[in-house]
């Protein structure tokens, strides 16, 4: 078992570089099954989930060529079967992209139900009525999806989604990429994910419009072909490492951004007192840790992201007054993290979708637990501000997402290490 520890109270300072984007990793390989040639994918970040997804499409027998520098190559041309190893897709969440990519390019999908952080229930009942509204036959048992054509064969329809589903919306994108007809996806989710899947799969041949607003239009083509993409940079990853400077001080250059993604984090990291500079593709942050209390609500893309949640309740329990912060995607996000900030010093009333934050100046280290990535992330920033050792249990939760965190934050001046137990 691996453990982080950390000696806490260094300033940040230097440059760090951001890797490409988990959550667009995550669609885009397995969007690579709907192509018949080889796609070649850069900026794919080296984190746990990216390899189990590898493992799972080569053992579907795709053949995957990992090269220096975030390239991997793909070429899903001479696929075998459509049942993905259920031990590998019950590892992750993402996996449920697989179902949407089977059954438009081979019209059925024997999927296992997916794993990943288990922060919230997370039902995927859109995509399921995605799906249905495609043509497809559904049929769920306890821990597997089978999808087979139905009575009137697979095309195109139009889909309103009753929730606004990151998951959903790219599953339904890529389900419709080589049906006939036309889909339409009312109440679409937004995230800069969704369009870098749709620039993706453009980039192949597909017919997609509107991705990045609430309406996105397929156009079903009959077969996409090879080419090169590279993924955005994360968005999450940028503002895990800003957070961690406006907390623990420091000056630091984080490069590969889009600084347009990361507008709604930068403006609540300005109002709380860090002083941010943005350039065309890095964001310049400076902060001398002593933050001002805020108020945060997270929401849809283009609102602040409930993946960013755990990050900002740090920033709040060192900030000087009362923060609220009130999470409205998954309302269980709250009990991952927060009693082990508790444990670290940190005053955190939970009343419903809302934390209450009384910030307190300081945090002081402890033995802690990840009980998911972005929890496990958050409880690094915490060790990072806080006086002496914090130790953090469960790091694969945070191995699932950030790359190369130990070397990133060593560069940057954090006396951090890994101890193998
Ligand atoms: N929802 C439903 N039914 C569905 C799908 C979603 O009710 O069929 C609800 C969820 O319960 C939630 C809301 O809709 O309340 C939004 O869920 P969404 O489908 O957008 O989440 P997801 O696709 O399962 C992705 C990210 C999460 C991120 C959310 C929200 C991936 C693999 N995961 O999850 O990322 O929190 O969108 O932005 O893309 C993370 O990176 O740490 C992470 C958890």
Do not use: W
């Not at 929401?299 to 009130?326: E, H, K, N, W």
């Not at 910030?359 to 409880?379: N, P, Q, Y």
Request: hydrophobic share 40%; with cysteine; proline share 4%.
């Amino acid at each position: 078992m691996a453990r982080y520890e950390i000696n806490g109270g260094n300033r940040l300072e230097g440059t760090v570089t951001i890797s490409g984007a988990k959550n667009a990793a995550v669609a885009i390989l397995p969007a690579a099954l709907l192509v018949e040639g080889k796609c070649r994918v850069e900026n794919v970040p080296d984190i746990s989930d990216v390899r189990i997804l590898l493992d799972i499409l080569s053992d579907l027998g795709a053949q995957v060529e990992v090269e220096p520098d975030g390239v991997v190559v793909l070429d899903c041309t001479n696929i075998r079967s459509t049942h993905p190893n259920p031990e590998l897709v019950r590892q992750m969440r993402a996996s449920y992209y697989l179902m949407g990519a089977l059954l438009s390019r081979f019209h059925k999908a024997n999927v296992a139900l997916p794993g990943g952080c288990n922060f919230a229930s997370r039902p995927i009942d859109q995509h399921i009525k995605g799906f249905v509204a495609l043509g497809a036959d559904v049929e769920e048992t306890e821990d597997y999806v089978n999808l087979t054509p139905g009575p009137y064969g697979l095309q195109g329809n139009r889909v309103s989604l009753d929730v606004v589903s990151v998951g959903a919306t790219m599953n339904i994108i890529m389900a419709a990429c080589l049906l006939p007809g036309q889909t339409v996806i009312e109440n679409a989710a937004k995230e800069p994910h969704i369009v870098d899947l749709a620039n993706f799969l453009n980039t192949m041949g597909a017919h997609i419009s509107g991705a990045g607003t609430d309406t996105v239009k397929i156009r079903g083509v009959e077969k996409l072909v090879g080419g090169t993409y590279a993924i955005i940079p994360d968005q999450i990853e940028a503002g895990t490492y800003m957070a961690a400077v406006a907390a623990a001080g420091g000056n630091v250059l984080v490069q590969n951004v889009i600084p347009k993604h990361m507008d709604c984090i930068t403006s609540k990291l300005q109002e709380m007192g860090a002083r941010i500079i943005n350039y065309d593709d890095s964001i310049r942050i400076i902060s001398e840790g002593k933050l001002k209390h805020t108020t945060v609500k997270t929401r849809p893309y283009p609102g602040f992201p409930t993946d960013m949640q755990a990050q900002i309740c740090v920033c709040m329990t060192v900030a000087q007054g009362i923060s609220r912060l009130t999470e409205s995607v998954y309302e269980t996000r709250f009990f991952g993290y927060c009693t082990e900030l508790a444990s670290m010093g940190a005053d955190i009333l939970i009343n419903g979708k809302t934390a209450i934050v009384s910030g307190r100046g300081d945090l002081t280290g402890a033995d802690v637990r990840a009980h998911d990535l972005r929890a496990g992330a958050a409880l690094v920033i915490a060790g990072l501000v806080a006086k002496g050792i914090t130790r953090i249990d469960n790091i694969h939760f945070i191995e699932r997402g950030y790359e190369r965190m130990i070397e990133k934050l060593t560069s940057l001046g954090v006396d951090i290490k890994v101890i193998e137990e």
